[in-house]
Structure formats: C-alpha cells, structure tokens
C-alpha cells in the first residue's frame, strides 16, 4: 500500500526528499492534543538546526490536515484506526496497522529518519515500532498525567520518554529514561498581549472576562450548562463572558445569553486561542492535556469540567493535577444537563463573587505553568541528530 500524502503536498514531499539536511519524523494525531506539540517542538528544532526537514505522519481526520496544512507542514496520513473494544472489529484493526507500519517503512528505507518522535495516541505507534526496529533513535512525548494504553505500549520501544507532570513518572516505571519537562506550546501563548485582545473580541477593558471553551467542535453539554446558568451570571455586572461555543449551537447560545441580558460575546471558533485566555481573567474549559499546559503557562486560574466519555476518563486525571496544586477546581458532569448545570453554577458564583479566591489559584497557575518544554526537547532531540547524522 502507498503512503497516503496530501494531494496539495505532493510537491513540498518531493521537494523534502531532495533536500540534505537530517530528517525528524513527528508521529502522532487526530486531535489538536497530539499535533501542537509537535508544532512547538519542530519551531525550537529549526532554530537549533536549520538544515532539519519535517515529516509528520498522522491519521485521515480533518484536524490532522487543517492543523498541519495551515502550518506549512508535510504530512502522510496513515490509516490506522484506535485498538477496538469489540473484537469483531480487531481484523480490521490489524489491517490498518500492518499497511500503516508499510507505508512507515517505505518512507524510512527511502530516506532515513534521523530521529522518530511519537506524540502520543494512536497514530504514533506504526512509525515508532518500525523506527525502533530499524534501529533508529525514537522518542516518546507524554503529556497526560495517566498515559493511554498506546503510549504505555510504545514507552518500554522508545530511548526517551518526556513527560508533563511528575504524577506521569509511576506509570512509566520500567522505562530507561524518563524526564519531567512539561507540555510543549506555542510561542503564541507565552507573548499574547492582554490588553490588545480587548479590541479584537469587541469586549470591555473595565470589565472582568470569563472565557468559556469547549476546544474547537466546541462542547454540547457545558454550552447547555453555561446557558441554563445564564440568569445566575447576569447578577456579575462587572463581568462578561467570551464563549467558544463550536459552530453547532452558536445560535442558542447567542439567544440564550441574550434573553437575560448578559454581557457577552460568542464565536463558534477562534484561530486567536492564544489571546483569547491572555484577556481571561477566569476560563471555563474541558481538560486535554495540552489545553492544561497552555492555561498554566499563561497563569490562568480554571473551573475545569472534564470530558466524561473516554474510556480512562483522562482528562479527569488531567485536572486534578491542577485541583491538587490550588489551580483549578474540578467539576465533573452530571448524569443531566440539570446536575451539570448546577454544579458549574455554584463553582462560578463562588469564583466570580471572590477576586482572592481568584488571586491565589492565578498565582498557583503560574507557579505549575512551564513555557520552556519545547526547548527542553528540541535539545535532546538534538543530541540524536547529531549522533545519528554522524555514522
């Protein structure tokens, strides 16, 4: 089976291919979570070795194309799938991965990666077990607190392990070489100005903002927690909100917010993520790892309501690293709308109504927030380079 490469990048793959400097092979998608990272590890790259070409082998998902493509990147999409929880599904699961593990194999006897870098989930595993059995170096990016089963699987296959938060360091006792560096993020997050933002999204500087997030599809529970809280919020007159409510229910957030007169600004997306939590002065969000890690750097303080449908319920061990440190107050869904919203109304009426309260988890934010992951990493995965380069 051939590799998969983006129609469009067809030409920037062959031009890669000519090209001489080393080769570093970022493995990992499907989601935002697993992509930026590599984003920020692959701009601290080139500034360390500026001859270094980039190849990015992800999943068929949307996200993995709109995220990459609009960084310029290289990408070959590969058709493995998540190990099913029906084993009515497993042949066609073990179909995917051995013609995923090909097309890893063709590109890598093609042109010899000078280092492999799994980003976590799924879509790491072919190009890192085909890497490791070529004897090439590999690396392994953690960043939620309890790993999933592919990273658990493809740590005791990888020379490093790097990790956000040291509650990760049980789950990977076995391995060779772990290290506690953070989660990598944009540099977009470390310098996005405050006060500009205020112009941007149309919002008051004299008033305090709520951002409330639910990631780019936006998130169908916490907007309907969010609008049944809408009468409640009102009575806040010194604050306002700014929602990202996904472009599903725009429109009945919008009216909802509306019908009680609430100060407030909706988008059903925003490519300005970054400036978005630089004018919060509290967020609202679900808890992916890599959402944490920005929060953190930007020393915001949280009421995080974790995703409640994944299998190792992660994202909840996700936020209570940040409940544990005083940065973040976890509120789990409800078994309805109702529990839900009760809930979330009273963390918010509590944080709202106590700019202390504030304070202090905003100093605690900051103090578990790390901006120099990327670099960290950037640099070991030099070291690899410059061994392998030099055989």
């Known amino acids: 089976m051939t590799a998969l490469v983006v129609p469009m990048r067809m030409s920037r793959e062959a031009e890669l291919a000519g090209q001489q400097g080393p080769l570093v092979v970022f493995a990992g998608g499907g989601t935002g979570g697993h992509l930026y990272p590599a984003l920020a590890i692959a ?10 070409r980039f190849l990015f082998f992800c999943t068929g998902r949307t996200i993995d194309r709109k995220v990459l493509e609009s960084a310029g990147e290289v990408l070959v999409s590969q058709p493995v799938r998540p190990i099913p929880v029906n084993p009515l599904r497993l042949p066609s699961f073990l179909t995917a991965w051995r013609d995923s593990k090909r097309i890893c194999s063709n590109h890598f006897c093609a042109c010899r990666p000078a280092v492999v870098v799994g980003t976590g989930g799924f879509a790491s595993g072919p190009a890192v077990c085909v890497a490791s059995g070529m004897g090439i170096p590999t690396a392994l990016v953690n960043i939620d607190a309890v790993p999933g089963r592919a990273n658990k699987y ?49 919002l008051d500087p004299l008033r305090k903002t709520l951002l409330v997030t639910g990631a780019s599809l936006g998130a169908h529970s916490l907007n309907l927690a969010m609008v049944q809280n809408a009468h409640m919020l009102s009575r806040f007159s010194d604050w306002q909100i700014l929602h990202l409510t996904g472009e599903a229910d725009f429109h009945e957030i919008q009216r909802g917010y509306a019908a009680v007169g609430l100060k407030s600004k909706c988008l059903a997306y925003t490519e300005m993520m970054p400036e978005a939590m630089a004018v919060a002065d509290l967020i609202v969000s679900r808890s992916g790892a ?43 869904e409800g078994a309805n709308t109702e529990e839900t919203a009760s809930r979330l109304g009273v963390a918010l009426a509590e944080l709202m109504g106590s700019q202390p309260v ?27 380079v410059v061994t392998e380069t030099a055989r």
């Not at 905003?362 to 960290?376: D, M, N, Y």
């Open 358 to 384: 504030i304070d202090r988890m905003s100093a605690a934010s900051s103090r578990l927030g790390v901006t120099s992951a990327s670099g960290l990493i950037a640099e070991k995965l030099r070291e690899s």
């Open 43 to 52: 701009t601290a790259m080139r500034e360390l070795v500026p001859d270094a």
């Open 154 to 202: 493809l740590s005791r296959r990888v020379d490093s392990v790097f990790v956000q938060w040291a509650e990760s360091l049980d789950h990977f006792a076995g391995c060779v070489n772990v290290e506690v560096v953070g989660c990598p993020i944009r540099k977009s997050f470390i310098g996005a100005a405050r006060f500009n933002s205020y112009d941007y999204f149309q």
């Open 290 to 332: 890599s959402t944490l890690a920005e929060i953190t750097a930007m020393g915001k303080p949280a009421v995080l309501v974790p995703y409640p449908h994944h299998r190792d319920m992660h994202q909840l061990d996700n936020a209570r690293v940040l409940a544990s440190r005083e940065a973040a107050i976890v509120c789990q």
